[in-house]
Nanobody, 120 residues
């Protein structure tokens, strides 16, 4: 059974940093594309960052470009999201997503999410 467990969320002041982790089990991690999504209150879920199965290719939403970095460690079955220069508009529940490389994202699996709150 696929299991994705996010951690690292919390409360941080504007300009601060957080590092999110997503530990995967029940899958052959090295053949899965991984992504981070987020959903703020009253807004649709949006793609924040993605990384290909081998870690060669990454993509970022314009709103986080230059501030966030996605990475993965295929020896630890874990994907990370380093978030720097955080802004109040980054406040959201952040979700980890995994899908077999080349498959539709709709066939993927979701974690339960971790709350990130950026506030003074």
């Amino acid at each position: 059974q696929v299991q994705l467990v996010e951690s690292g969320g919390g409360l941080v002041q504007p300009g601060g940093s957080l590092r999110l982790s997503c530990a995967a089990s029940g899958i052959i991690f090295r053949i899965y594309d991984m992504s981070w999504y987020r959903q703020a209150p009253g807004k649709a879920r949006e793609l924040v960052a993605s990384i290909s199965s081998a870690g060669v290719s990454t993509d970022y939403a314009d709103s986080v470009q230059g501030r966030f970095t996605i990475s993965r460690d295929n020896t630890k079955n874990t994907v990370y999201l380093q978030m720097n220069s955080l802004k109040p508009e980054d406040t959201a529940v952040y979700y980890c997503h995994a899908v077999r490389s080349s498959w539709s994202a709709a066939l993927g699996s979701w974690g339960q999410g971790t709350q990130v709150t950026v506030s003074s």
